[in-house]
C-alpha cells in the first residue's frame, strides 16, 4: 500500500461526492420548485407558469441523470475504494442504504412519468408524479445523509477484535445528531438550488430588463430562497451545539481552538497556524464560542490540546472551510432579510438593479456554502472513516495505481461539467428574445 | 427458509429484472450503433422513443443489485470489488457515458452533427457496458479471483470470462431487439428488428456454446453445478425451450409473444447462472452463507426491501401504464 494511494482514493471519493451533491442538491430541490410553478399556473391560469414549469422539468431531467450515474458510481466506489469499511460495516449501515435506493426508485419512476407524461396523463395525476418526485427526493437525501450520520457517531454495535457484534440497524441508523444533519442537509439543498435559480433569473433581468417569464421565475424561487436562508442559521447553530458536544475535535479544529478554555472566544476569519498553537489574523469575541456551543459564556471548551496529535483533523482545512460556510451563510441571509423586508414595505418582489445585483452574486453562494459545510464535516471527522473505531488508512483498498482511477474520473468529472452548464445556458438562453432589444419588443405589440 | 436463501433470491431477482430492462436498453445502445438500411434514422427515432421514459428507472435495479450484496454479503462485495477493480471501474465509465450521452442527446437537439456525436458515445458505451458486465460475472464464477493482490488484471482476463462477456452483449442485443420489434406497429420497421433479432438469436446460440465448451476448464465448480445440481439443469432445460418458443415465434411473427418468451429466456439463463454457482457468491472463496451478514441485519433488510417493493412495484405498473397508453393530445 503506497501512501499516495490513500490520498489519491480520497481525492477520488472527495471529486465523486463534491461532484454528485450538487446534482443530487439540484435533483431534490428542482422538482419541489417545478410543481410550485405548477401550482401556480393552475392558481392564475398564466401559461407562463406552465412554461417555466417545462423548462424546469428540462434542467431536472439533465441534472438527475448525471445525478443518477454519478450516484451509480458512488455506490461502487463505496467498494472499489474502500473495502476494508463496506467488507466489516456495510451490514450495519446497509438499511439506509437500501430505504435510500427505494426512494431513488420512486423519484425515477415518478420522475419519468412527469417528464414524459405531460400530455398523456390527467393534470391532476402529472401534479401527483411531481409531488412524488420531491417527495422521494427529498425522502432519498434523508436516508443518505443518515449514512453520514453514523460515520460521524457510530452506534448499534458492540465491537470486538473480530468486528461488530450484537448489531442494531435501526439503532445505527438514528445515530445521536440525525436529527440536526438530516434537517441541515435537506435545507441546504433547497437553499443552493433556489439561489442558483434566483441568480440565474436575475443574470437574465439585468440584461434584459422587464422580461415577464423571469419575473415570474423569480417570483416562484424567491419565497424558498428567504425562507431556506433565515431558517438554515438557526438549524445550523442547533447542529452545531451537537458537535461541540458529540464530536469536540470537530468544533476545535473548526473554530481554530487550539486551548482548553472557559470563557473561550469565538474566532472570525483567521489561519490556524498548526505547528505554533495559535491562530492568526483572526477577529475574536470574547466568550463568543462558550456562549455558541454551550449557552453559557463561561462554559469549558474543548481545544485541540486535549486529544492525541494523531487524532486531529487538518486543522487549516476544516477551519477555512467552516469560515467560508459560515460566511456565505450570513450573507444569504441578511440578503433574505432584506429581500423580505423591502417585499413587505412594498408589496412586490424588489426587481431594482441593485437587489437583482445582489442576487447575482449571491446566486452560487448555496453551491459553495454546502460544499463547505460537506468539506467540514468530513475532513473535521479525519483521520478516521467511522469516528474512534475505523481509521480511513485501514479502509482503503489494496488494489494499487489509484492515480489512474482518480485522473481518469477527474477528467469525466469536467468534462461532464462543462456540458451541463452548456446545455443549461442553452435553456435559458431559449426564453430570451434573440436579437431584439426590449424596447423593440413594445414596439412591435 | 433460511434468510440468506431469500437475500440471495432477491439478488438474483435485482439481477434479473436488471437484464430484462437494463440489458435490453443496453441491446437498444447496440442497435443505434448497427442502425442502417432505408429506415436508419426512423430505427433510432424508435428505440430513443422506447428507452426515454425508463432508462433510469431500468437502471436502478443495479444500483439496488449492489446495496442488496454490500448490506446483505458485505465479505463478497469487498473481495470483488478488490478483485475486479479494472473491470469494475470501466463499467462504469461505460455507465456514466451511457446515460449522460443519451441525456445530452435528448436534450440537445440542434445541430445534427453534435447530436451524431452524442448518439455515438451513447452507443458505443452500450457495447462496452454489457460486455464488462458478462466477464465480471464470468470472473465471479472462474473461480481464479483469489485475494487480488496478484496483479490488478489476474483472475478476470480469462477466455471463460472473455466468452460469457461476448455472450451478455449478443443476449441483450438479441433481447432488444426482440423488445423492438412490439414497440411499433410500421410493418417495415417490425421486419428490420425481427431480421437483427433472428441474427443475434444465433449469435446467442454460438457464444452460449462457446462458454459452455470454456466453462469445463474455465469454470470448474460452475461445470459441476451445471452437470450434476438438478435445480440447474432443469433450469438450463427449460431456457433451451423458450429459446426455441422464441425463436419459432419471431419466424412465425408474432412479436407480443416472442417478447415474453424472449424475456423468459433471459430470467432463467441469469437464474440458472446463479443456480449453479450455488452456495458460492465467489469461487471458491464466499458462499452464501460464510459472506452473510448478521441474522438480525438480514431480517431488518428483508423487511425494508418488502416495504420497497410495496412502493416500488405499483409504481411502475403505473409508469409501464402511462407509456402502453396513446398520447391523450398529439
Redo the contacts between chains.
Sequence with gaps: MHVMDLLYARAQMGLSLAFHILFAAAGIALPLLMVLSDLKARWTRDPDYTALSVKLA?GT??L???G??????L??E???LW??F???????I??P??????A???E??????Y???R????PGLHLFSGV?VALSGAASAFFVTLVNTFMNDPVGFTLTAGGP?D????AAMFSPGWVHQTSHTLLACYQASAFAMVGIHALVLLRHPGLAFHRKALSVALPLACLSALVQPLVGHQSAEHVARAQPVKLAAAEGLFQTQRGAPLSVGGLPDVETGTMRYALELPRGLSLLAFSDPNAEVKGLDAFPRDEWPPVTKVHLAFQVMVGAGSAMALLALVTLVLRWRRGAWPEGRRMLGAWLVCGPLGAVAMEAGWLVTEWGRQPWILRGVMRTADAV?????LAV?FW?FTL?YLF?GV?VVF?LV??VAGTVPHARAPHEVAHAH | MPTELLLGGVLVAALVLYALFGGADFGGGVWDLLASGPRQARQRELIARAL???W??N??W???A???L???F??A??????SL?VP??LL??G??????A???R???A?ADRVQRRWGLVFSGASVLSPALLGLCVGAMAGGELGA??RG?FSGWLSPFALAVGVFALCLFAFLAAVYLTAETNEPALQEDFRRRALGAGVAVFVAALGVLVLARGGAPRVWVGLTTSSYALALHGATAVVAVLAFSLLLTRRFAWARVAAAAQVGLIVAGWAASQYPYLVVPDLTLQSAA??P??QR??LM??A??AA??FP??L??FR??R?P????
Excluded at chain 2, 398520447?327 to 398529439?330: N, Q, Y
Design positions: 428540462k431531467a439533465i438527475f441523470a448525471v443518477a450515474v454519478s450516484g451509480t458510481v455506490s461502487f463505496l467498494g472499489l473495502p476494508g463496506m467488507g466489516t460495516w456495510g451490514e450495519v446497509g438499511l442504504f437500501a430505504l435510500e435506493g427505494t431513488f426508485f420512486t425515477a419512476v415518478f420522475l419519468g412519468i417528464l414524459y407524461g400530455d398523456r396523463i390527467s412524488m457484534v448489531v442494531d440497524p435501526v483498498t489494496p488494489v494499487g495505481s482511477p481518469t469525466v461532464l456540458m446545455l442553452r435553456q | 426515454g421514459p425508463v433510469e428507472v437502471h436502478v443495479l444500483i439496488l449492489v446495496v442488496i454490500f448490506s446483505a458485505p465479505r462485495f469487498a473481495a470483488l470489488s478488490v477493480h469494475l471501474t462504469l465509465l455507465i456514466v457515458f451511457r446515460g449522460t443519451f441525456t445530452f435528448t436534450y440537445d440542434r487480488g493482490e490488478l451478514a448478521s438480525v441485519s431488518v433488510l425494508a426491501l416495504v420497497g412502493l416500488i409504481s411502475l403505473l409508469l402511462v407509456f397508453a398520447p391523450r393530445t398529439s
